[in-house]
Nanobody, 125 residues
Framework: QVQLVESGGGSVQAGGSLRLSCAVA????????MGWFRQAPGKEREGVAR????????DYADSVKGRFTVSQDNAKKTLYLQMNSLKPEDTAMYYC??????????????????WGQGTQVTVSA
């Protein structure tokens, strides 16, 4: 059984920082690929960051490059998203997602089989 639980969201002023966490529970093996996605009101869900868990190879949306960093702690079974220099346009519900087997892209939501419930990030001007 797989469970993903996000935490760390909140309200912050523009220019501030937040660190999101995603605790991942699995039974047999860690996921091969994990990602962070976000969805703002009235908009489609979009990919923010992706990590291949075995190589630690990462990929980011252009809108967050240089500001966000995805990382993992395998011992704690936790995925992180460090968000710096936050902007009002970063306001959204943030979700983590996981995939076992194959590959994945932050451009394809369908690549990810398991999703958390989300954590809200609100950035005020």
């Amino acid at each position: 059984q797989v469970q993903l639980v996000e935490s760390g969201g909140g309200s912050v002023q523009a220019g501030g920082s937040l660190r999101l966490s995603c605790a991942v529970a699995w039974r047999y093996s860690r996921p091969d690929c994990m990602g962070w996605f976000r969805q703002a009101p009235g908009k489609e869900r979009e990919g923010v960051a992706r990590i291949f868990t075995r190589s630690s190879n990462t990929d980011y949306a252009d809108s967050v490059k240089g500001r966000f960093t995805v990382s993992q702690d395998n011992a704690k079974k936790t995925l992180y998203l460090q968000m710096n220099s936050l902007k009002p346009e970063d306001t959204a519900m943030y979700y983590c997602a996981a995939r076992w087997g194959g590959t994945c892209s932050l451009l394809r939501l369908a690549d990810f089989s398991y999703w958390g419930q989300g954590t809200q990030v609100t950035v005020s001007a």
